[in-house]
C-alpha cells in the first residue's frame, strides 16, 4: 500500500518523500487506518518493522500544531529510544511544524522544564521522567488525545508498571491508547484490558516476527573459549556493522577492551555511561566510523541502525523476549542478516525456550580453526590494500623508491600485510555467574524425544529449578 492512500496531508506526505518512502510497511498499512479513525490499537511488531511511523503519522495528522497543549504522550522505555522516536517525529513533522519534545531521566530536569514552557504539541519520553513532570506539574495532559506505549514488553520487564498505570491515571482525558510490543506476553494483555477500550489487535504474520531474513546460528562452547571463537567467526565473517550482547556492564567493558587490543575498530555502551558518551558512540557507529558496537540489552533495546550484518549473542539472554529483540537489530528492510549464539553446555535448556519462541530452530556452528580465521584477516587486509591503492599516494613515491632499493616488493608487501593483520593478544574475560541450570538441553529432542520437542501438546514433567521459575511468575505478576 502507498502512503498516498493512507487518507495523510500533503506536509506529511512530502516529509515521506523526502525519508525516500513510498509504500508502507504491514504495520504502517495496517495501524495508519484505525489510529486516524481513533480505535484503540494493539501493535504486534519488531522494531525496525516502521512501528514509529505506524503511530507517529497518525499522531501529527491528528494534532493542532498551534494550540500551545499537549496532545500526544509517547512514553519509551530507554532514553536512546525516546531521542531517536524525538527526531523521527521531528523529521515527519518539519512541514507542518509540529514541535515534538523528548524528556528523559539522566539529564537536567531545570533544563527540560525551562525547554516544556514551550508547550510541545507532542512529547516524548521515559517513564519516570515523565511521571516526575507530571507531579511537579510542568506538564499537564488536560487536553491529551493520545497515549502511546512503546516497547511495551520491555516496559514491564525493566520495572515500570507502575510509572505507566500512573501516567495513564494522569491521562484521563485522552480520546486514543496505541500499544505497541514485539511480544504479547499475559501482563501486557492485562495492560491492555484495564487502560484500553475494545482494541483493534494487528499482529505481523509469524514469519516477519520471528525474522526469516536472518540466518540463526549458535555455536557450543566452553566459558573460556567464547572470546576467541568469537574473533575469529568476525575475521572469517567480515560483517560490514556488527553488534555484540553482552550480559552485564562488567561484560561489555571487557568484551570493548578486549576486541580493541586485538585490532578490531570497537567500542560498548552500556547504563553506566553518560548520555553525551552513548550518543557519542552511537553516531560513530551509525555514520559506519565503528565496525563494531558492543551492548547490553538496555543500552541497546529500540536502536534504530541500519546496515547491522551481524549480532553476536556473546552471552545467551535469559529471556527469550530478548532474544527477539537483539537479532532485530540486523536483517532489516529486506536485507538479510546473521546472528551467532554462543551457549555454554549449562545453557542448552536456553537455547531451547528461544527456538520454541521463535518457531525457528538454530543451525549449529562450526567454529573456524586459526588457518581459516588467519585466512580471513589476509582478505581483508588485501581489501585494506586495495583501497589505498586507490588514494592518492604520490607523496610517499620517493620513500617508497628507497625502500624498494633496499628490500623485495615481496617482503615489503609481506610486511605490510602482517601489520595489518590482527595481533594475537591475549585476553581474559571475567566469567560471570552462570544462568540457573534449565533442563537438559537439546540432546533429547535430537534422541526423538518428542513428548520435549512439543511441549503444547504434553508438558514435560522435569521441570527448570525453583529460581528460574520464580523469575519467570515474578514477571507474569508485573
Not at 581459516?372 to 582478505?379: R, V
Request: glycine share 6%; net charge positive; with cysteine.
Amino acid at each position: 500500500m502507498k502512503f498516498t492512500e493512507l487518507q495523510l496531508n500533503d506536509a506529511l506526505l512530502k516529509a515521506i518523500k523526502r525519508s525516500g518512502f513510498e509504500e508502507a510497511t504491514p504495520i504502517q498499512a495496517q495501524t495508519i487506518p484505525l489510529a486516524l479513525k481513533g480505535k484503540d490499537v494493539i501493535g504486534q511488531a519488531q522494531t525496525g518493522t516502521g512501528k514509529t511511523a505506524a503511530f507517529g503519522l497518525p499522531i501529527l495528522r491528528k494534532i493542532d500544531p498551534k494550540k500551545r497543549a499537549i496532545q500526544a504522550v509517547i512514553v519509551e522505555p530507554t532514553r536512546e529510544l525516546a531521542i531517536q522516536t524525538q527526531e523521527e517525529l521531528f523529521r515527519l513533522g518539519r512541514d507542518m511544524h509540529a514541535h515534538v519534545q523528548v524528556v528523559y531521566g539522566g539529564a537536567d530536569i531545570h533544563r527540560q522544564i525551562r525547554s516544556l514552557e514551550k508547550v510541545p504539541a507532542v512529547l516524548v519520553g521515559t517513564p519516570g521522567r515523565l511521571l516526575d513532570h507530571l507531579k511537579r506539574k510542568t506538564i499537564k495532559l488536560d487536553e491529551i488525545k493520545t497515549v502511546v506505549l512503546d516497547e511495551a514488553d520491555e516496559m514491564l520487564d525493566m520495572g515500570f508498571v507502575k510509572d505507566i498505570e500512573s501516567i495513564f491515571d494522569y491521562a484521563k482525558k485522552r480520546d486514543q491508547t496505541l500499544l505497541f510490543s514485539a511480544t504479547m506476553p499475559k501482563p501486557i494483555m492485562r495492560m491492555a484490558e484495564k487502560f484500553m477500550k475494545d482494541p483493534e489487535i494487528v499482529k505481523i504474520k509469524s514469519a516477519e516476527l520471528t525474522a526469516d531474513l536472518i540466518d540463526q546460528y549458535f555455536v557450543r562452547a566452553k566459558e573460556s573459549e567464547k572470546f576467541d571463537i568469537m574473533c575469529r567467526l568476525i575475521d572469517v565473517a567480515d560483517p560490514e556493522l556488527a553488534v555484540v550482547f553482552g550480559r552485564t556492564k562488567r561484560r561489555v567493558d571487557e568484551l570493548t577492551k578486549g576486541l580493541v587490543a586485538r585490532g578490531y575498530n570497537a567500542n560498548g555502551i552500556h547504563g553506566d555511561l553518560s548520555q553525551d558518551r552513548r550518543m557519542q558512540v552511537l553516531k560513530r557507529f551509525k555514520n559506519g566510523k565503528l565496525d563494531i558496537l558492543v551492548a547490553t540489552d538496555v543500552a541497546a533495546r529500540g536502536l534504530d541502525i541500519s546496515g547491522v550484518t551481524h549480532v553476536y549473542n556473546y552471552d545467551i539472554p535469559q529471556d527469550p523476549d530478548s532474544y527477539v529483540h537483539r537479532i532485530g537489530r540486523t536483517g532489516r528492510a529486506g536485507k538479510s542478516g546473521s546472528s551467532v549464539t554462543f551457549v555454554t553446555p549449562n545453557e542448552l535448556g536456553y537455547l531451547r525456550t528461544i527456538e520454541n519462541m521463535t518457531k525457528k530452530q538454530m543451525s549449529p556452528l562450526r567454529p573456524p580453526t586459526d588457518k581459516e580465521a588467519f585466512k580471513g584477516q589476509l582478505k581483508q587486509s588485501k581489501k585494506e590494500i586495495k583501497e589505498l591503492l586507490d588514494s592518492d599516494l604520490d607523496k610517499y613515491s620517493n620513500e617508497a623508491e628507497q625502500l624498494l632499493d633496499n628490500y623485495s616488493a615481496v617482503d615489503l608487501v609481506a610486511a605490510f600485510l602482517k601489520k595489518l593483520a590482527k595481533e594475537e593478544v591475549k585476553v581474559k574475560i571475567t566469567r560471570e555467574k552462570p544462568l540457573p541450570y534449565k533442563g537438559k538441553g537439546r540432546s533429547r529432542r535430537r534422541s526423538g524425544d518428542r513428548k520435549d520437542h512439543d511441549r503444547r501438546r504434553r508438558p514435560r514433567k522435569t521441570s527448570a529449578p525453583r529460581n528460574f521459575k520464580m523469575h519467570q511468575r515474578n514477571r507474569n505478576r508485573a
